[in-house]
């Protein structure tokens, strides 16, 4: 099992960025699926962005958002930009041995998943 850690959250107002890493401790990173996921008070879960042999968003944050890795510093950043009030939420990293275009958004597929960091748009 991976260890993760988020990190990059905090309180922006609308139209800032953040930019969320995560980092799997004890562990390289190679090809695995990490993905980022959001929970917002009294919601789902949902997917935001993936990220392993391809790289795929959610509607919300298709254009806005930015997965990308660095496999040097072992880890996964989640640039967020034009960030929005309904952006709110607690920020997860989850990880899987790998990923598919179709599944890539279900959280129940997941095993490893990181503590959560907080992001906090006002208006």
């Known amino acids: 099992r991976w260890q993760l850690a988020e990190s990059g959250g905090g309180s922006v107002q609308a139209g800032g960025s953040l930019r969320l890493a995560c980092s799997p401790s004890g562990y390289t990173m190679n090809n695995e699926c990490f993905s980022w996921f959001r929970q917002a008070p009294e919601k789902k879960r949902e997917a935001v962005a993936t990220i392993s042999t391809f790289t795929k968003y959610s509607d919300s944050a298709n254009g806005r958002f930015t997965i990308s890795r660095d496999d040097a510093n072992n880890t996964v950043y989640l640039q967020m930009n034009s960030l929005q009030p309904e952006d709110t939420a607690m920020y997860y990293c989850?990880?899987?041995?790998?990923?598919?275009?179709?599944?890539?958004?279900?959280?129940?597929?997941?095993?490893?998943w990181g503590q959560g960091t907080q992001v906090t748009v006002s208006s």
């Open positions: 989850a990880a899987r041995g790998s990923c598919y275009g179709s599944d890539w958004y279900n959280p129940v597929l997941y095993n490893d």
